[in-house]
C-alpha cells in the first residue's frame, strides 16, 4: 500500500474513530450500569448489595409493614389467600413468573395490590389491558403530575418504560409519572406497574424522593409478600385446573394449584370464546393484512435486483488514473497582491509616490534632463514647456500625502494626464526594452 | 460480479413469485428458489468466463512525439485461454497523455491476438506515462464478469512543441547575411580572418594588407568573418519564477523555445552550444555534442523539465558553468526579472561569471504587469493597482540596471517575440565580433 493509500484510508477511518469509542464506552457503561434480575442479590429483602433491597425492607418495616418472603409464585398466592385483602405483593422481577401463573395472579383476594417492577411485554399476561409503549435507554426522572393519588413522593427515577392502555376495561386505569406509573384494578386486585427499578434499589434509594416513593408504593397493606424470583420459576405442578369458588374464610386453598375464578371484567367476558381457548391467543388478535402476501417478497426481491443493478454499475472498469500536476503561478501575483495591500492598509501616501517618482522620471527622460534631475531642474524645465503652471506642477510632483481617497484618485489621474501631455505617448503601453 | 443482465433477471423474476402467488405457491419459497437459480447461473457464467489474468498484453509504437501531434501506441492482447474471450478492454493513460478513454469492446478466440491502436494526443510536455490495462472478461450468457488489471508500462516522451521553428529561416538568412556581409564590408563585421582579395574601390582602405600587397604586386585586402567555433552555453533557470504563466504557458517553456532556436542557430554558425538547467541542483546537461544530433538531444533533455518551487541557486549555476567551460563563451541565462531571485542570488556571483564569459539576461517580459500599471483610474481603488504595478515594473528597471553595470546585456522581451529577439541578440554579437 502506498503512503497515499494509507493517508487516505487513515482520513476515511479517523472521523470514525471517536465515535466508535464514544458508542462502545456508553455501551459499557450502560451495561455495567445495567441490573441484572437473574443475580442472586437483585431487590432480594435481605441482600445488602447494590441492587439488594435490605434497605427498602427496612424503610418498610419501619413503616410498620410485615414483610414476608416467598421464593415461588404459587407460595405467595395461597397465602395471598390465606391472608385476604389486606396485603401487597411485590414482584421485582415478573418476567420471571411462570406464563401459567401470570394469568392467575388477578385471582388473588379483592382489595389486594400488586406492583410489578419494570414489566415488559408480560404485562399483557398479567393485566390484559395494559400494556407497554415504550421503553428508554435510561431511567428519566419525572414529577408525578398532577393528583397522583399512589404516592405524595416529588419527582422519582421512574419513567424507563412507560405503559399505557390497550384495551377498554371496567376501571380505567391510572397514569403517574409521565406514564411510568400504571395503575388498573383488574379483577377486584389492583395491579401496579413501575416503569424503573431504581426507586427500590438499595443505591439509587436515597437519590431524588426515591425512597418516599417505594415506601409509598409498598406500604399501602399491612402486610407485603415480597416474591424474590431470581431464574424463571417451574410450571405449577400439573393437576385438574379447580375452578374455587372465592375464597371463604376457612376453605383450604391448595399450594401449588392452579386457581380460576369466573371472570368478572366485562371487557373479558365479551369475547366468551377467547374464554374457551388457550389464553395464549387470547390478546395476540392481528387483523388481515391488506397487502397480498407476494408483495413483500416481491418487493425484496426487487431490492435484490436494484443492488445487483447497484454493483454492477458500481464497478469501475479500472481505478481513475492520478497524475502529478505541475506547478503553475499567476503572473504578476506579487504585485496584485501588493496592490491589494495598499488597498487595505489605505496605503495613499506611498502609492502616489510610487506614482510620482515614476512620473518625474518619465518626464525627466521627455524632457531631455538626467534622469537624477532634481526638483529645480526639472522645474524649470516643465515651465519652459509648460508656461504659468509651474507651482501647481510642482505641488503635483512634489506635495504632500493626499488626505483623502478622492483627492488620491484625482492626483494620480493628473499626473497621468501631465505625463501623457509632455511625453506625447500612452502610459505604460507597450513599452520594452 | 453480476451484470445489469443479471438484475434484469432477477427483477424479472417477480414475475415468478406473483405467479407461483396465483397458482398456490408460497411466495417465500418461490423467491428462495429464484434466488439459488440466479447465483447459479451467475457462478456456472463466471466460470465458462476467459480468465482475464491470464490474458497477455505488450505495447509497441511511438516512444517519442511532439507537442500538438497526435501518435499512436499499439497494445497487443493475447488469450492463452481455451475459451474465447468477450472482452472490454480500457487502455488507461495519464490524463495530459490524450489517450481516449472509449473501452475496446471485442470478442478475442482462443489463441488469437488483437492489436489495439490508441492514438494519443497529449496536451502537456514531459514523459507520459500509460497507467495500466483492465481487462473485464464476461460470460457467455452475459450474467457475469470477471476483471483484471495488467501492469503493461510503456512512457511516451512529449517534446517540446518548438514553435519558434517558424523563425529559423529568416534567421539562418540573417545568420548568411552576417557570415557574407562581412567580406563585402570588410573590417568591422568579425575578428577573425577570413581570405585575401584584391581591393575594389570602395573598399576599407584600413583593411588593405600591405605585405601581401607587396609580395602580390597587387593591392590585396584582409577580409573578416565572424568568429567560428565559439562556444554558447544556455542556462535554464527552472526555479520557482519559471512556473509563472506567462500568457498561455509557463516561463519555462518560452525559455525552452528561445534556447532551441538560438541552438539551431548557433549550430548552423558553427559554434558549439551546451545547456544547463538548474535550480538548486543540476536538472539536464547538454555539453560537446556536434552536428546535426545537437538538437534532437537538446530537445530530449529539455521535455522532462517541471518548474521546481524552489529558490534558484545561481551560485551553483556560476560554478556549474566555470567548472564546464574554460574558453571564454557566451552565456544565456534563462532567467525572470524577478528583483527577490536575482538580487539576492546572481548579483553577487555575477561579477565571476561576467569576468570570464560573455553573460547575456534573458527574462519573459510578463505583460500583466504593464498591463497592471496601467490600469484605467476608474475608479480611486484603481489607483492602488497601478501603483502596484508601476512600482513592480520600477524594480525591474532597477535590478537590469544593476545587471547593467556589471556588464551584462539583459533582455526582456514578450513571450511571442521572446525567442525571436534573443536569437537577434546573438547575432547582433556575432555580427558585431563581441563574442
Not at chain 1, 14 to 36: I, K, N, R
Not at chain 1, 139 to 151: D, E, F, I, Q, S
Request: net charge positive; charged share 25%; aromatic share 4%.
Amino acid at each position: 500500500m502506498t503512503p497515499a493509500k494509507k493517508r487516505r484510508r487513515l482520513r476515511l477511518v479517523l472521523p470514525f474513530v471517536p465515535v466508535v469509542a464514544v458508542v462502545a464506552v456508553a455501551l459499557t457503561a450502560h451495561a455495567f450500569e445495567q441490573t441484572d434480575p437473574a443475580e442472586a442479590g437483585y431487590l432480594a429483602p435481605t441482600s445488602p448489595a447494590a441492587q439488594g433491597g435490605r434497605d427498602l425492607a427496612e424503610l418498610l418495616r419501619g413503616r410498620g409493614v410485615t414483610i414476608l418472603t416467598d421464593t415461588r409464585t404459587g407460595d405467595a398466592l395461597a397465602r395471598m389467600d390465606r391472608l385476604g385483602s389486606d396485603v401487597t405483593l411485590f414482584v421485582p422481577a415478573p418476567r420471571f413468573v411462570h406464563p401459567d401463573y401470570r394469568e392467575v395472579v388477578d385471582l388473588a383476594p379483592k382489595g389486594a395490590t400488586v406492583v410489578l417492577v419494570e414489566p415488559g411485554s408480560e404485562l399483557r399476561d398479567f393485566v390484559p389491558p395494559l400494556g407497554v409503549a415504550d421503553r428508554r435507554w435510561a431511567t428519566a426522572v419525572t414529577g408525578p403530575g398532577p393528583g397522583c393519588p399512589l404516592t405524595s413522593a416529588t419527582p422519582a427515577a421512574v419513567a424507563r418504560t412507560r405503559y399505557l392502555k390497550l384495551k377498554d376495561s371496567l376501571n380505567e386505569p391510572v397514569f403517574c409519572y409521565e406514564q411510568g406509573l400504571a395503575r388498573l384494578e383488574y379483577n377486584g386486585v389492583e395491579f401496579i406497574a413501575v416503569g424503573s427499578d431504581d426507586p427500590f434499589r438499595a443505591d439509587r434509594l436515597a437519590e431524588h424522593d426515591n425512597s418516599r416513593f417505594a415506601a409509598d408504593l409498598l406500604s399501602r397493606h399491612r402486610t407485603l409478600i415480597w416474591l424474590d424470583l431470581h431464574a424463571l420459576e417451574n410450571p405449577p405442578p400439573p393437576g385438574p385446573s379447580v375452578a374455587l369458588p372465592p375464597p371463604s374464610p376457612g376453605a383450604s386453598p391448595r399450594p401449588g394449584g392452579v386457581y380460576e375464578r369466573p371472570n368478572t371484567e366485562p371487557g373479558a367476558g365479551s369475547d366468551d370464546d377467547s374464554d374457551d381457548s388457550p389464553p395464549q391467543s387470547s390478546d395476540r388478535f392481528t387483523p388481515p393484512s391488506p397487502f397480498p402476501d407476494w408483495l413483500f417478497w416481491t418487493v425484496v426481491l426487487l431490492l435484490v435486483a436494484g443492488v445487483l443493478l447497484a454493483l454492477a454499475r458500481g464497478r469501475r472498469l479500472g481505478a481513475p488514473v492520478v497524475e502529478p500536476l505541475p506547478v503553475e503561478v499567476r503572473g504578476a501575483e506579487t504585485a496584485l497582491g501588493r496592490a491589494r495591500l495598499y488597498l487595505r492598509a489605505r496605503a495613499r501616501g506611498p502609492a502616489l509616490e510610487v506614482l510620482r517618482a515614476n512620473a518625474r522620471t518619465r518626464l525627466a527622460g521627455a524632457l531631455g534632463l538626467p534622469a537624477a534631475a532634481d526638483r529645480q531642474q526639472l522645474g524649470a524645465a516643465l515651465e519652459a514647456r509648460l508656461p504659468g503652471r509651474r507651482a501647481e506642477l510642482d505641488d503635483l510632483l512634489y506635495g504632500p500625502e493626499p488626505s483623502s481617497e478622492g483627492e488620491l484618485h484625482a492626483r494620480a489621474t493628473e499626473l497621468k494626464t501631465l505625463v501623457e501631455t509632455v511625453t506625447g505617448a500612452r502610459i505604460n503601453e507597450g513599452v520594452h526594452r | 460480479m453480476p451484470t445489469a443482465r443479471t438484475a434484469a433477471l432477477a427483477a424479472a423474476g417477480t414475475v415468478g413469485v406473483i405467479g407461483g402467488s396465483i397458482l398456490g405457491f408460497y411466495p417465500s419459497a418461490v423467491f428462495a428458489v429464484l434466488l439459488v437459480l440466479l447465483a447459479l447461473l451467475v457462478l456456472v457464467d463466471r466460470a465458462r468466463a476467459a480468465d482475464p489474468r491470464r490474458f497477455a498484453l505488450s505495447r509497441s509504437g511511438a516512444t517519442t512525439v511532439r507537442l500538438g501531434e497526435s501518435t499512436q501506441v499499439v497494445l497487443t492482447v493475447r488469450n492463452p485461454t481455451r475459451t474465447a474471450g468477450e472482452l472490454l478492454v480500457r487502455d488507461a493513460w495519464v490524463p495530459s497523455a490524450g489517450a481516449s478513454d472509449e473501452p475496446y469492446q471485442l470478442r478475442l478466440p482462443a489463441g488469437a491476438t488483437v492489436q489495439l491502436p490508441t492514438a494519443l494526443t497529449p496536451t502537456r510536455r514531459g514523459d507520459r506515462p500509460a497507467a495500466r490495462v483492465t481487462v473485464r472478461s464476461r460470460g457467455p450468457l452475459g450474467l457475469a464478469v470477471r476483471q483484471a488489471d495488467h501492469e503493461v508500462p510503456w512512457t511516451l516522451r512529449v517534446l517540446p512543441r518548438f514553435a519558434s521553428r517558424r523563425h529559423l529561416p529568416e534567421k539562418l538568412s540573417r545568420l548568411r547575411t552576417v557570415e557574407g556581409a562581412t567580406a563585402i564590408r570588410g573590417r568591422g563585421q568579425g575578428s577573425e580572418f577570413d581570405v585575401l582579395r584584391e581591393y575594389v574601390p570602395g573598399d576599407d582602405v584600413r583593411s588593405i594588407d600591405w605585405r601581401a600587397t607587396a609580395r602580390r604586386g597587387d593591392v590585396m585586402l584582409r577580409t573578416w568573418r565572424p568568429e567560428r567555433s565559439r562556444r554558447v552555453v544556455c542556462v535554464l533557470d527552472t526555479g520557482r519564477t519559471s512556473a509563472v504563466r506567462v500568457g498561455d504557458e509557463p516561463r519555462l517553456d518560452a525559455a525552452m523555445e528561445a534556447a532551441l532556436l538560438l541552438a539551431a542557430v548557433a549550430r548552423e554558425a558553427g559554434d558549439q552550444v551546451d545547456l544547463i538547467a538548474a535550480d538548486h541542483r543540476v536538472r539536464a546537461v547538454v555539453t560537446a555534442v556536434q552536428g546535426r544530433s545537437l538538437l534532437p538531444r537538446l530537445v530530449d533533455a529539455v521535455a522532462p523539465l517541471q518548474p521546481a518551487m524552489v529558490e534558484t541557486d545561481f551560485e551553483l549555476i556560476t560554478s556549474e558553468v566555470l567548472r564546464r567551460e574554460r574558453k571564454r563563451c557566451l552565456v544565456v541565462v534563462f532567467t525572470a526579472l524577478e528583483p527577490g531571485a536575482l538580487g539576492e542570488g546572481l548579483l553577487p556571483v555575477l561579477p565571476k561569471l561576467a569576468a570570464r564569459h560573455r553573460v547575456l539576461i534573458a527574462a519573459v517580459h510578463d505583460h500583466a504587469l504593464t498591463d497592471l500599471a496601467a490600469t484605467p483610474l476608474d475608479h480611486p481603488g484603481d489607483v492602488y493597482a497601478a501603483a502596484a504595478g508601476t512600482r513592480a515594473l520600477a524594480d525591474r528597471e532597477r535590478i537590469a540596471g544593476a545587471l547593467s553595470r556589471n556588464g551584462v546585456t539583459v533582455l526582456d522581451f514578450p513571450a511571442d517575440v521572446f525567442a525571436s529577439r534573443v536569437t537577434d541578440a546573438y547575432l547582433d554579437l556575432k555580427a558585431s565580433g563581441k563574442l
